[in-house]
């Protein structure tokens, strides 16, 4: 014969099986469950012996709120859903920054990946069926119009691009000024032949592009401008590497799309014998984690992580919890990190 448990009808092993209620810690008490809630929540009412004994319950039972029925009562998820690239180190941590910023909010994160498989749009909808409140997403390459579409559903923000939109928030670094400051950067060391591997027809790319081009007309350089084919995987900087070595007049530096390109070029770069940066100087973009490692320290364009990361969050927190409308966009200036894959140019070098 099984035994009940007196005051909540339940068995001893059933209870134990399960998570600790809320009816248990009354039952344990011997209060009434509103007792209980009003002491959890710090609520007055209840006496000083009574919280007391509340608290000392439930740490005994093992009891914690259940924050998914607490929020689906009040009609709130309190999630924000973040799409990444997963073969991204830049994006991972600016996924930590993120969590950080939101948890100071009482938010919390759902995360959806893109692959080589899986688009932007399949892992947006899977944050819709998690019923995220509002969509952080980073470096998405989608159209305007859909970025639009979505943000009538729910507040959006993009970060690492501009988008034309009257609702969807922008945070962004401004990537022509930094591809700017990475191309100065060399010029000042004496280089004049200097190459740039683009990233693809995404609307960042276009950006640091036009970053580079405006630079080197800046520099009187519009006749040494040079822009390889590329994309924002290690493989792209390996093929563009390629691509250099077999040219008869070779560029004394280059300016890679992103800091994963950048270190895609200097691994084929060293395999063809070529030794950086006393052949080839190499500035990447992003200041991913790989970037700051000894045996590379690549000389790269820092988009402050953290800056962009509490304007996306904070942007998101005025609109759910304090009703803003309208388009926001803040532009974070990046800023150069010198490291050991520049070095001086051919006309700087002593004889």
Known sequence: MVS???GCGLA????????????????????????VSLVLRGAAGPSAATRER?????????YRPDRAASLLARRRSRLIGVMMDVR??????????????AEQHGYDLVLSTTTRTRDEHRAVETLLDSRCEALVLLG?????????????????VVVGRPVPSAGVDVVRAADDEGVGSAVGHLVELGHRDIAYVDGGAGVIAVGRRAGYEQAMSRHGLADQVRVLPGGHTEEDGVVAAGLITGWRAQPTAVVAFNDRV???LLDAFRR???TVPADVSLVGYDDSPLARLAHIGLTTVSQDAAGLTHHAVAA??????????????????PHLVVRTSTGPGPAARPA
Do not use: F, I, K
């Open 12 to 35: 001893d092993d059933d209870r134990a099986r399960r998570r600790p209620r809320l009816e248990d810690v009354a039952a344990d008490v011997g209060v009434s469950t509103a007792s």
């Open 262 to 264: 950048a270190v895609g």
């Open 140 to 156: 998405a390459e989608a159209d305007a119009a859909w970025l639009t579409a979505l943000d009538r559903q729910l507040p959006v």
């Open 54 to 62: 509340v608290l000392e319950a439930a740490a005994r039972l093992g």
């Open 316 to 333: 998101l927190v005025e609109r759910l919890d304090r009703g803003r409308t309208g388009h926001r966009e803040v532009v974070v200036p």
């Open 4 to 6: 009940r448990a007196r």
């Open 272 to 274: 063809a014998g070529l």
């Open 88 to 101: 991204s180190t830049y994006h991972g941590e600016l996924v930590e920054a993120v969590h950080e910023a």
